[in-house]
């Protein structure tokens, strides 16, 4: 088949759950010889033919998420995307989030094609635009309820939608590359986040948390791998409260090199605040935690609640609040025996549900299927 495959994060280099999951899927496709056209931000195109000499770009632009004036952008973006597949050819259009998946949407119909719409979570619900985000959801369940499929990763938004009378859905989560993040007996020196750094994400948490528990535990540091908007914010507390030789940043890092950093952290947080989009969300790098061996901590937002199955493969903290965020954060280091309990659990579900190679090929087997029929 000729495939569409269509995007509003970067394809590459990787950054960010969203653009992972995609390549992965495109890296299937081409695995079985279909022919592709991906439509999507590309940062760089260096080192790109290593993996994918073969298919053809429509490079979106040097863009990622953590532009100013998002909600532009993505409307522009929304926009180049129409036009460029009005003049691309294909059999069916693999669309992953709202932003490319409402232009694909209404261009598929227009050539009487069909798309599979990959929804990840309700993107609109991370606008700060108040308009936006209370009427821009329309948008997201509109694209999910006249694609010809829809792929969500959370029990919380498969509900969601078959409560709007939408039942075409397949709920296949993220996946891990098993072969580079895996447990490994370094010496445990820090206490991770990895991923974007947007008000959203509630990294502002995480100082206030270190207080407390540099108070009993003085020795411990606290790595952050990823950039955003509110950085200059979490830097700007970490200097307030004298924390600065307790916190190290890294930036973005390519992608490969994130399983170095994690195989030498002894806890994985995430700390996102409550959204309609955080609520459905369900995030890599929780997967990419637990499958490097780290205890997970996360919020109780439903998605992410899925995710370690109610406590059994990690701790769960009352959302926003800093003050649990640190009791649990002790709990672990003060509990060895229920640190290896939640690693074990953690990287048995990883290996047996989010293996990428198995769930990006059950996503093209989607798309085949619906090309077909």
Not at 65 to 83: A, P
Not at 142 to 158: N, P, W
Not at 303 to 315: H, K, Y
Request: proline letters at 3%; a positive charge.
């Amino acid at each position: 088949m000729n495939i569409a495959v269509v995007s509003h994060d970067s394809f590459w280099p990787l950054k960010g759950g969203g653009g992972i999951r995609v390549f992965w899927v495109t890296k299937k496709m081409v695995e079985r010889n279909h022919k592709i056209t991906v439509i999507a931000p590309f940062l760089s195109t260096n080192g790109l033919e290593n993996d994918f000499a073969s298919i053809k770009i429509g490079n979106l632009g040097q863009i990622t998420r953590f532009v100013k004036f998002k909600e532009v952008v993505y409307l522009f973006l929304m926009i180049k995307i129409f036009f460029k597949l009005l003049i691309t050819r294909f059999d069916l259009i693999y669309a992953h989030n709202v932003v490319a998946g409402f232009p694909a949407l209404l261009v598929a119909k227009l050539k009487g094609k069909p798309i599979v719409f990959d929804m990840d979570d309700i993107l609109t619900g991370y606008s700060k635009n108040r308009f936006i985000y209370n009427l821009g959801p329309a948008m997201d369940y509109f694209t999910a309820k006249h694609s010809d499929l829809i792929i969500v990763m959370s029990r919380y938004l498969e509900k969601k939608l078959r409560s709007k009378k939408i039942n075409h859905i397949y709920n296949i989560p993220h996946g891990v590359d098993l072969s580079i993040f895996k447990p490994e007996k370094w010496r445990k020196d820090f206490i991770v986040y990895a991923g974007g750094i947007e008000k959203n994400d509630g990294v502002l948490l995480v100082p206030r948390a270190a207080k407390k528990v540099l108070k009993i535990f003085p020795h411990e540091r606290f790595l952050f791998l990823g950039d955003g908007r509110d950085l200059p914010n979490l830097k700007r507390i970490v200097k307030e409260e004298n924390l600065e030789n307790h916190f190290i940043f890294k930036g973005w890092i390519d992608h490969k090199e994130v399983p170095r950093y994690l195989s030498r952290s002894k806890i994985g947080l995430i700390t996102s605040l409550k959204s309609i989009a955080t609520e459905a969300s369900s995030t890599l790098r929780a997967y990419e935690y637990m499958a490097s061996g780290l205890p997970v901590i996360v919020p109780d937002l439903d998605g992410m609640v899925e995710q370690v199955d109610n406590g059994t493969r990690g701790l769960i903290f009352k959302c926003g609040d800093a003050e649990d965020l640190a009791d649990k954060i002790l709990l672990l280091l003060e509990n060895r025996a229920l640190c290896e309990k939640l690693s074990m659990q953690g990287r048995k579900y990883i290996s047996s549900n989010c293996d990428w190679d198995k769930n990006a090929k059950k996503i093209v087997e989607i798309c085949e299927d619906c090309g077909v029929n």
